[in-house]
């Protein structure tokens, strides 16, 4: 799965198909890209619940650009 939103500035995957993530123990990659800072990325683990994820994603939607 792969989502970017319709600004292009999040993107959020889940790399099951992805052997180099597999390798890693990344399962999803969460890629930010403000228009005033410095771009980031956030990687969950093989063991990170679904619902943590989605909890953070949450977090990131709810917080307003600065």
């Known amino acids: 799965m792969h989502c970017t939103s319709p ?6 995957g889940w790399l099951p198909e992805d052997p ?14 403000p228009a ?4 980031w990325t956030q990687e969950f683990g093989v063991h990170t619940p679904s619902e943590a994820v989605a909890g953070f994603l949450a977090a990131l939607i709810a917080t307003p650009a600065s």
């Open 7 to 12: 600004d292009g500035r999040v993107y959020v």
């Open 20 to 33: 180099g993530a597999w390798q890693r123990g990344i399962v999803w990659r969460i890629q930010v890209r």
């Open 36 to 39: 005033d800072a410095e771009p």
